[in-house]
């Protein structure tokens, strides 16, 4: 099992002077747990079954689930809600143990037995914790796995913001808590976590580890226990080791216990896994084969049956509700902590210990054999406390009514930030959107608008060069402790002004993506968790949100409210080629739930679309938002009215309204607006009527075309889609040249639409350095390309 040494933080502490009364409670607390256990270990199993064996499968599916996942995790569980948690506190659930939090909420009448019985059924509880798609109240979604873990930590980070800024008591201050399975250690974003944390000075957060040591393809290396307390203990964390259980330590004490400790301390993982599953009277043959010529073993060993021996060999820390209650009880300040329970895997079912056992469930007579075990009558398996006696349970619901986790309260409704009507567009004959949006954050930040102080910018290591500078210089950043900036001490002159205070509003990030859409998906969520609305603005390079595009789905998925912002985008940022130049990331914003996308051109596009933004991040029926921009400076628009704006918004607009009938219109989209403008002015003598139609969205375009066509089969009210619309003006025989600085496939599909003839242009290779004239001619962008473009779309005909 790997080299362990017990944590001085459980053997060190200065004994508890425990008077009678006090030490009949703890009993009659372990007591109740224990049972609580065993009944958690039942339901999340009964869950599984059912889905899987008596519930009617239509598509011959396995349904799956996690039956011996559950089951190493129903002691720790049981101890952490109905004891050590409080109602500030906040816990992701390993995913594979989802059967045991509804098993919990169940018990505390918060889930129904219906639910539970549509285990992975349409309406029923989902595979995973859930916050949008479970009833139960669910704090943070978890699944893909080690960002549940992880998010906890930034969760704390939002926590300190908040309290800092006083918009948070100190003493409404909960623990973020992330329930594991040791295989997620393997996730490379848990320590880019771990080293943000240590920067930030993290506090308030424990990683409990189920340590079964068996992931879904095999037993894991023994070698690595001490690696992980190194690692933690580094970073800052205290580190404690739940390995044996009461009735192993005492056992330990007796003649013989020492060698029976010694083996176990030595023994390989995949050793004590098979011998947990073959049971009592093989793990007494290879007991006394091992160690039982030494004195005392033989007896102590002879002191149990098979059955006895079986339970001792398995009395593992994670097991062990007493062991658990005095290492939460011992976890009493804001030091953040790793403990690392040791478990089997399927404890306490036929399947513990079997490395087959991640997706294995029991069959009909082993499930049958557990009931009868327990107690429970048949027919009576969705019983709370069936087979228990009317005194114990009562007792049990008495208990479990008035632990703290029952008090705890419905997720914060937070009140509404006021917002002003528009946003100031920012002077200027030519400007790039990027610098826009800087100078919008910069303006707000001057200003004494509600919306300015609840505004929170964050970047990887990319706030100059995605334009917050100026906003930081204004606002600060935000430090626990201040932190001097030497170089304005020593009078060194630097455009960056950055004060690192309390009351800073910008968190800055290491170069670690999953960590950056972590942290805003924290911040998106701290209205429903801590009941103070946040506005975060999120910066980062545009081809570097597929590197956290796995942590950006999961914080759209438990509908975090975000404001992301990738910049510079496309192969227009020229000099820096290939690597940092982005293609399909239009296609992540048409594709991505729970995140609106927006390419806009011009600087006022930029404003109606940042102040959409916040309007969207409060809306209930809202979402992240996601701005595509560029550090290209072109000539802006002159304007006669506002009457654009509302088309924009939808996703398009005519930029040059098309002739009746037109036979053919440019569609743009973003930096590329210059050369679609330039082609206009070259075409729009030669074909008459033609259109320059301006996309600033081709995610709700599709979107909303989608639902129109969607319509016909939901019985909804059906109308005309915007896109159709603004393409019912063309001809039907019209043809429509899209560009954009992108995959083409971005605005190909509006042939679809009303049956037009399309020339799609765009990126679909890695570029290259070079200047602009000379990418956006290799590549087809320029004024040029279009032309050709359009010709094609007429050649051959009359």
């Known amino acids: 099992m790997g080299e362990v040494t017990i944590p001085p933080d459980l053997t060190k502490r200065p004994p508890m002077v425990i008077d009678t009364v006090s030490t009949e409670s703890r009993a009659e607390t372990v007591r109740l747990l224990t049972e609580i256990e065993q009944r958690l270990r039942w339901l999340s199993s009964w869950m599984i079954h059912n889905a ?130 040791d295989a997620e250690l393997d996730e490379g974003n848990i320590y880019e976590c771990l080293i943000e944390g240590y920067k930030h000075d993290l506090r308030n957060c424990w990683w409990i580890v189920d340590y079964n040591r068996q992931s879904l393809d095999a037993t894991t290396a023994d070698r690595m226990f001490r690696r992980f307390d190194d690692i933690f203990e580094t970073c800052g964390w205290r580190v404690v080791t739940l390995k044996h259980g009461k009735l192993q330590r005492a056992a330990f004490q007796l003649p013989g216990g020492k060698a029976l400790e010694d083996w176990i301390e030595t023994c390989p993982n995949a050793d004590f896994a098979a011998l947990t599953y073959l049971g009592g009277a093989a793990w007494r043959e290879r007991l006394m084969h091992d160690i039982g010529r030494k004195r005392g073993v033989a007896e102590l060993l002879g002191s149990f049956d098979d059955a006895g021996l079986a339970q001792l060999m398995t009395n593992l820390g994670g097991h062990c509700i007493e062991t658990l209650l005095d290492a939460f009880d011992s976890m009493d300040d804001e030091r953040p902590t790793l403990l690392i329970a040791y478990t089997v895997k399927g404890y306490g079912l036929p399947l513990a210990g079997h490395k087959d056992n991640h997706s294995g469930m029991m069959n009909a007579g082993q499930i049958e054999g557990f009931r009868d075990a327990l107690g429970i009558a048949p027919g009576e398996e969705w019983g709370k406390w069936s087979g228990l006696g009317d005194n114990l349970a009562s007792a049990l619901q008495a208990f479990v009514a008035d632990s703290p986790i029952a008090r705890k309260q419905a997720e914060h409704a937070a009140p509404t930030i006021p917002l002003p009507d528009r946003l100031p567009v920012p002077e200027g004959r030519e400007q790039s959107t990027q610098a826009a949006f800087g100078k919008i954050l910069h303006d707000l930040a001057k200003s004494d608008a509600p919306l300015a102080d609840r505004l929170v910018t964050t970047a990887p290591d990319v706030t100059q060069t995605t ?13 626990r402790q201040e932190l001097a900036d030497v170089f304005q001490r020593v009078k060194i002159p630097s455009a960056q002004k950055w004060a690192a205070h309390q009351a800073g509003q910008h968190i800055e990030l290491g170069i670690a993506e999953n960590n950056f859409f972590l942290a805003l998906a924290a911040l998106g969520l701290s209205a429903p968790h801590f009941g103070t609305r946040l506005m975060p603005v999120g910066t980062v390079y545009d ?32 000099g820096e080629g290939g690597a940092h130049q982005s293609i399909n990331t239009p296609l992540i914003g048409m594709g991505q739930p729970g995140l609106e996308s927006f390419e806009p051109a011009f600087a006022d596009e930029v404003a109606l679309m940042m102040a959409f933004a916040f309007r969207h991040m409060q809306a209930a029926d809202g979402a992240s938002v996601y701005l595509r921009l560029t550090t290209r400076v072109i000539e802006q628009i002159a304007r006669t009215d506002s009457a ?8 398009a607009y005519w930029l040059r309204e098309p002739g009746p009938g037109a036979e053919a219109a440019i569609v743009y989209c973003g930096a590329v607006a210059s050369e679609a403008l330039e082609a206009w002015e070259a075409l729009k003598g030669d074909i008459p009527g033609l259109g320059l139609l301006a996309v600033t969205s081709p995610d709700r375009l599709h979107r909303d075309w989608s639902a129109q066509r969607s319509a016909r089969w939901t019985g909804k009210p059906g109308g005309q889609s915007h896109v159709a619309r603004l393409l019912g003006q063309l001809s039907p025989t019209a043809g429509l040249v899209t560009v954009l600085d992108g995959s083409p496939a971005a605005l190909s599909w509006l042939g679809g639409v009303r049956g037009h003839r399309v020339s799609p242009l765009g990126t679909d290779r890695f570029g290259q350095t070079g200047d602009l004239p000379d990418l956006y001619r290799t590549y087809r962008l320029d004024r040029e390309a279009i032309i050709d473009a359009m010709a094609e779309l007429f050649v051959g005909r009359d």
């Open 467 to 479: 334009n917050l500078g100026a906003f930081v210089n204004q606002r600060g950043l935000f430090r």
């Open 644 to 651: 654009w704006e509302a088309d924009a918004l939808a996703g």
């Open 52 to 181: 899987n064996n008596i519930r009617e499968k239509r598509d011959g599916l396995k349904v799956g689930g996690h039956q011996a996942s559950c089951a190493s995790m129903t002691a720790i569980m049981a101890a952490l809600y109905f004891h050590a948690l409080r109602p500030q506190d906040k816990v992701a659930v390993k995913p594979h143990a989802g059967p045991v939090l509804h098993a919990i909420h169940y018990l505390l009448d918060e889930q129904t037995r219906e639910k539970m019985e549509r285990f992975r059924g349409l309406g029923g509880v989902q595979s995973y914790p859930s916050r949008t798609k479970d009833s139960i109240p669910v704090d943070f979604s978890t699944g893909s796995v080690g960002l549940g873990v992880a998010i906890t930590a930034f969760s704390s980070l939002v926590q300190d913001y908040l309290i800092a800024h006083g918009q948070l008591r100190e003493e409404q201050s909960g623990r973020m808590i992330a329930l594991m399975g």
């Open 543 to 574: 081809p570097f949100i597929a590197r956290g595009l796995d942590a950006l789905n999961y914080g759209c998925y438990q509908d975090s409210r975000f404001l992301l912002v990738g910049t510079p985008s496309g192969i227009t940022l020229a």
